[in-house]
């Protein structure tokens, strides 16, 4: 069977479809658009319920409903299991002279208290209980002098038997504590524990009626704060509650206030007989916001019993609801309402108003028809948070469908932009318009920086945003706004990032500018200015943008004159290469060779050196020189050749070459032979060092001689050109020039030539034209001393005729005396020579002769088998050998020429016929003679044991690698 609140549900459902329609949802920059059904907020659902008699009073808690109707009778049903119902008559257990006038039903739902007043004097007020679980009503007894009118229950209870201690409030302004507990039997009667007066109510000197009681424990402290309301005040009472023996009293709690009754209480002047207290509780059943219902309207505020701002009130942000007018001018106070976490429902004799807590606003009004009889009740679960209103035939129950739908526009509308973006619940529809809003406010309050960063997380149109912040001349606000947009971009946009990137430097860049053009460049703006900028360019995304809007970006710079920025910008993304040209461009060439020596890039070295050459060629060639081979100085000849060839410059060059060549030996030709022509034109006794460095072997020189001496022939330098010519192996024309030049020079020239024939000649050719010219005998005699290779009958027909011999007789002496010596010395060796060949004849005589004996036992020296059974080879050695094993040890070791030789012999042997073989040949021999006879002139030349080729073998091993592992295993 289908339960009544499942019913209800259904019904609700079904009504929410028919009643759903498009809710508008708006933004600057989203489409509006229907997110969800548009279920009304407010909507009620009539109970299957027909009531025996009209209803007086209700109670629910924990889905459990007490109903109270004239005819004496209570209804009891578990709305969970509404086939589980029962009447029972209440009546018949009180005096007859009494009338109900309240039922109180704790938040379990087990304990249910009827306070009954007096009809007349002769009456007494009574208090009866009931246990959920029994049908028996008993009167709790020391109630007999007190009416109640108010219960406060227990929150924290949570036993079925005991309500745990409680407190009542009475017409006469009474304040008891008291605690009922079902007895152990099954019949559930009251057992009063105790019963105490704990504090009394006094209105100038009058006693009003208690209308409202509710207690809380402050977090988990022993601390408990209390609210008691009468028509017209609001009591408010904090203390500690006090344990004894397990059992907690509430009676300390009033302790302070009897001698100061006065403290904490709120006051509101109403004309009603009747108020009420109501308290909203979160879903972990602690207090939030409590509301009173007065004459003037719902007194309503958030409770908050641990501020210390004011010890005297346990409330915060507390204010008065007026209730909605009504144009029928028929009642103005509700008679009864409940509270939720945003409104208050309002109960009338015909209808229920729903206010707005937040904005006052009526956002609901419900009217009852004559039909459904007039409203007693209406009432909340706060543990179920189910609301239940009653007539006199009927019962309903509310359904409230997402109240908090419209809380975020009411906290919008009242700048409470925190709050409203709390209860969007992620909607970023909701979220921009409230965005959209608090920016605008910003914008208008003058608080352009916090706008515009509000202004950056909204859909709002870009273009709008920015003429904004342009008319208002806000460029500080525009680049936050443009900072937080770039932020907020997909790394997909490259477009749009390119675009902001440049606008932003662009603003920068103007506000650097302006500040400049004014002389500010040194106050305490400009340096923020620049700080944010370079804060700016690290940014990653724009450190990635630059990658390809650079050039734009430097042009920017360069178009506002900006140079420290643009130098700035170009070491951030390390393109050196704009670095080092600004530093050019500014004329700091030491910065740009500094950043060419940190950066050690040869590439940038060789891009730049010309025009660093060019301008500051003294500190390039010492930066150049402080790279020392990281830079190849071939390829810095472009630099060097495009200098202008002043003294300054030509100074420097060499002085990089120079080192290059002292310090690194280098040998490269196209250096050598710059550095050369730099000496030619500019520094001759440098030249001649350096011709004499590269000393006299033509191999060993690293400059090209033909080009050097074309050069010097040019530059008329003829000592260099005799040096060089000389080094050519021209010593005729290097002689012939140095006689030009200077005869000691040309002596120099003509003792370098190693062949004695040669060096002759060039000394004859110098005492040719010495002598010649001044016919001076003591030089004459000087070329004798310097040559040994002259003679002095070399010299003579150098002499004119008129020279006579006596003025040679002593070297014509000494030169004969010479030729004895010679003469005298070539003699000595004919006689050993033939006293050499008269020994090698004799010797040849005595080898004809001579024999070696060989016995039959004898072996090879090879293969160890008998001599005598083969053609062998005897050596004086001693050493024999078999033909045929001679042959094959020593054919492996000829060379290829031999070797060829004796296969072509073997082969004539082996093809020609012994006709052939037997034919003489001119020698008088027969061929076969002859073949054989040059077969061992290559074999037989020597003893391969003796010979030269055992020498050539002493360093190779007697067991080759091959062989090893051979050898070791016979060796086992």
């Known amino acids: 069977m289908t339960s009544i609140i499942d019913q209800m549900e259904q019904a609700s459902q079904v009504s929410a479809r028919f009643q759903s329609g498009p809710e508008p949802m708006t933004s600057s920059g989203y489409i509006n658009m229907q997110l969800e059904d548009n279920t009304p907020m407010f909507s009620k659902q009539k109970m299957k319920f027909n009531a025996t008699d009209s209803i007086t009073h209700l109670a629910v808690a924990s889905d459990y409903l007490v109903l109270a109707m004239a005819n004496g009778k209570l209804f009891r049903m578990d709305l969970k299991k509404p086939e589980l119902n029962e009447e029972l008559q209440y009546s018949k257990f009180v005096q007859p002279n009494t009338k109900l006038t309240g039922i109180f039903l704790d938040p379990l739902g087990y304990h249910l208290l009827l306070a009954f007043a007096a009809r007349n004097k002769d009456g007494n007020p009574e208090l009866v209980y009931l246990h959920r679980r029994s049908s028996k009503l008993k009167s709790v007894t020391k109630s007999r002098n007190y009416e109640v009118t108010e219960v406060g229950w227990n929150n924290e209870n949570t036993s079925e038997i005991t309500t745990g201690p409680i407190l009542l409030g009475t017409s006469q302004g009474h304040i008891l504590e008291t605690e009922l507990e079902a007895d152990s039997d099954k019949m559930f009667t009251a057992n009063q524990q105790y019963w105490r007066q704990i504090f009394d109510i006094v209105d100038k000197d009058t006693s009003p009626p208690i209308t409202g009681i509710q207690f809380h424990r402050v ?55 009747y108020s009420k207290l109501q308290f909203y509780f979160d879903r972990n059943n602690v207090p939030k916001t409590f509301a009173w219902l007065t004459g003037p309207g719902i007194f309503y505020g958030q409770l908050d019993p641990t501020s210390q701002q004011n010890s005297n009130s346990l409330f915060t942000q507390a204010f008065l609801i007026n209730y909605p007018p009504d144009d029928r001018d028929r009642e103005k106070a509700p008679l009864s309402f409940v509270l939720t976490e945003f409104h208050a429902l309002l109960m009338y004799s015909d209808r229920v108003k729903a206010v707005s807590l937040l904005n006052h606003e009526l956002v609901y009004e419900d009217f009852y028809s004559e039909a459904h009889g007039k409203l007693k009740n209406i009432v909340k679960d706060f543990r179920r948070r189910t609301i239940w209103a009653v007539t006199d035939k009927t019962l309903f129950r509310y359904k409230i469908v997402r109240e908090e739908r419209d809380v975020w526009l009411i906290y919008s509308e009242k700048e409470q932009f925190d709050l409203a973006k709390e209860y969007c619940f992620n909607n970023p529809a909701y979220i921009d318009i409230i965005n959209v809003k608090q920016a605008e406010l910003l914008f208008a309050k003058g608080d352009y920086g916090k706008s515009a960063e509000i202004f950056a997380d909204t859909q709002s149109s870009f273009e709008t945003v920015c003429l904004k912040f342009l008319e208002a001349d806000q460029i500080d606000a525009l680049k936050i706004y443009l900072n937080r947009r770039l932020e907020a971009l997909n790394e997909d946009d490259k477009t749009l990032i390119s675009m902001l990137v440049i606008w932003m430097t662009e603003l920068y860049l103007s506000q650097l500018g302006l500040l400049r053009r004014t002389g500010q460049q040194d106050s305490q703006k400009y340096h923020q200015i620049q700080s944010d900028f370079e804060v700016f360019l690290v940014q990653p995304r724009v450190e990635k943008c630059m990658q390809h809007v650079k050039s734009v970006i430097y042009d920017l710079m360069s178009s506002h004159g900006d140079k420290q920025n643009l130098i700035k910008l170009t070491n951030l993304n390390e393109d050196y290469e704009n670095v080092i040209a600004q530093n050019i461009y500014k004329k700091s060439y030491q910065e740009a060779l500094d950043t060419l020596q940190r950066l050690k890039k040869p590439d940038l070295f060789y891009q730049f050196a010309p025009v660093l050459m060019e301008e500051a060629p003294k500190i390039t060639v010492n930066a150049l020189i402080a790279q020392g081979m990281r830079l190849s100085p071939s390829k810095l000849l472009p630099a060097f050749l495009s200098c202008e060839n002043d003294e300054a410059h030509v100074s420097e060059i060499m002085r990089y070459l120079e080192f290059v060549m002292l310090n690194f030996n280098v040998k490269d030709k196209a250096i050598h032979n710059y550095l050369l022509t730099l000496y030619a034109e500019h520094d001759q006794l440098a030249l001649m060092r350096y011709l004499e460095r590269q000393g006299q072997d033509i191999m060993l020189v690293n400059y090209d001689v033909h080009y050097a001496l074309r050069l010097c022939r040019e530059k008329e330098l003829s000592e260099a050109c005799v040096n060089l010519s000389a080094l050519l192996g021209l010593w005729e024309a290097a002689v012939s020039l140095a006689l030009r030049v200077d005869p000691a020079l040309a002596r120099r020239v003509a003792a370098q030539p190693a062949d004695p024939a040669l060096r002759r000649t060039l000394w004859l050719s110098i005492a040719e034209h010495v002598i010649t010219q001044n016919q001076e005998l003591k030089e004459a005699m000087s070329f004798l001393a310097e040559c040994p290779l002259l003679k002095i009958e070399d010299l003579l027909p150098f002499f004119s005729d008129v020279v006579t011999i006596d003025h040679f007789r002593d070297p014509i002496c000494q030169s004969l005396q010479e030729y004895n010596c010679q003469i005298k010395e070539l003699k000595s060796e004919m006689d050993e020579a033939t006293q050499a060949a008269e020994s090698v004849r004799s010797d040849i005589k005595s080898f004809r002769n001579r024999s070696v004996k060989v016995s039959v036992s004898e072996p090879c020296c090879l293969c160890e088998l008998a001599l005598l059974l083969r053609p062998f080879y005897l050596f004086p050695c001693g050493h024999k050998f078999h033909s045929d094993c001679l042959l094959a040890e020593a054919q492996p070791i000829l060379g290829p020429a031999r070797r060829n030789k004796l296969a072509d012999l073997q082969r004539q042997l082996n093809v020609l016929s012994k006709i052939e073989l037997s034919t003489l040949t001119s020698s008088g021999l027969p061929l076969r003679e002859l073949l054989r006879n040059e077969i061992d002139d290559i074999v037989a030349n020597e003893c391969i044991f003796c010979g030269e080729h055992m020498i050539n073998c002493i360093d190779k091993p007697f067991i080759a690698e091959e062989d090893w592992d051979r050898v070791m295993k016979e060796w086992e």
Do not use: C, M, W
């Not at 017209?232 to 344990?243: E, M, N, P, R």
């Open 219 to 273: 977090n988990n402290t022993s601390k408990f704060f209390v609210f008691v309301t009468t028509p017209t005040k609001l009591y408010q009472f904090i203390g500690h509650a006090v344990t004894t023996d397990g059992k907690l009293s509430l009676q300390s709690i009033f302790h302070r206030y009897l001698t100061i009754p006065e403290t904490g209480i709120q006051e509101i002047a109403s004309n009603l007989k």
